[in-house]
């Protein structure tokens, strides 16, 4: 990783700036990890673009084993619930959900393992392993299956899952996470994990395996505009909800006020743009390092940053 760090970098954005609740936490947790994930990394997906760059985006791509977990989880949900064979009963679906969880957790650790993420960085390269090559993956599996395992019980027991259950296949709206809607010409971004019609009405809810935390009613307010301005129905017909499978199971209703939002993400946003150059120009110099050596240890830039 040394070769690949010369002089500071000094990057153009290929893109206007637009907002998401982890570009504003990661902004918050460290400015060079910000510069580093949106700026420097920028176009190394490109396996003809710059070693800085390629090195960088493989960075970006790592996943922390909770990130990750949460990711497949939500993944064999939505693709359970939603799809024409949900007509199949409770049972049927919990187990069709688990064993898909399973599956994709020991294709993706195998893949992790054979280092796949070298050529592909859409493959999985997970933080644990990353930088801890000698964990073994029969623990990271056994974690990751209990994780699952937990979540999934926890979340057959709500009555939420019955109502879910009963949806037809017809009342879900199709989408492709994460979605955007524009707020004065700025994309936001959201993940809501599902949405249905329901009479008058649609519902969205975000799937969480951590505990609650007080951006999920602001990112349910981000899927809320994006149904407002996509399916054209006023606010007061849609329905949010959060459900946090952690160990104790908690669902919370409705999103914070659209205005209160709104002006999070404008202050959020100016921070960011005053980083750049009259927003064209993101030099790494003006991107400080955050001071708190805890924030480092997890950081998945460290490699290149500490060098
Ligand atoms: S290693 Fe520390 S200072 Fe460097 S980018 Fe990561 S969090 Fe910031």
């Known amino acids: 990783m040394s070769a690949v760090k010369t002089e500071p970098l000094q990057i153009i954005p290929n893109q206007p700036l637009s907002w998401s609740f982890y570009r504003h936490n990661l902004f918050s947790f460290c400015k060079r990890a910000y ?3 949106y700026y420097g990394a920028q176009s190394g997906w490109d396996k003809y673009s710059d070693k800085r ?12 084993f909770n990130s990750w977990i949460e990711e497949l989880t939500v993944k064999a949900i939505q693709d359970n619930l939603v799809t024409p064979s949900s007509r199949s009963s409770r049972k049927n679906k919990l187990d069709a959900i688990k064993n898909d969880a399973y599956k994709a957790i020991r294709r993706q650790i195998n893949e992790n393992n054979n280092k796949e993420w070298i050529d592909d960085h859409k493959k999985l390269c997970l933080f644990e392993t990353y930088f801890n090559p000698s964990k073994g ?15 999934v019980d926890n979340f057959a027991k709500t009555a939420l899952f019955q109502e879910l259950s009963e949806v037809n296949y017809y009342q879900w709206k199709a989408f492709t996470p994460p979605v955007y809607a524009y707020v004065n010409r700025m994309q936001i971004w959201a993940s809501p994990s599902l949405i249905w019609h329901e009479k008058d009405s649609l519902h969205t809810l975000n799937i ?32 949010s909800r959060t459900i946090s499978l952690s160990n104790e199971t908690t669902i919370s209703s409705g999103y914070c006020s659209i205005e209160d939002l709104l002006q999070m993400i ?14 064209k120009n993101a030099y790494e110099d003006n991107f ?11 950081c998945k830039f460290i490699e290149y940053c500490k060098n």
């Open 35 to 37: 510069f580093y994930h």
């Open 53 to 64: 760059s390629r090195a960088l985006h493989k960075l970006k791509q790592i996943k922390h």
């Open 266 to 279: 404008f202050d959020s946003a100016e921070s960011m743009r005053a980083l750049t150059s009259n927003n």
């Open 288 to 298: 400080t390092k955050c001071c708190d050596p805890e924030n480092c240890k997890r």
């Open 208 to 239: 969480k395996l951590s505990e609650p935390n007080k951006n999920n009613k602001y990112s349910l307010a981000i899927s809320a505009i994006y149904l407002a301005q996509r399916s054209h129905i006023p606010y007061e017909d849609i329905q």
């Open 137 to 151: 993956s029969e623990k990271i599996i056994e974690q990751a299956v209990n994780k699952v395992e937990n979540a």
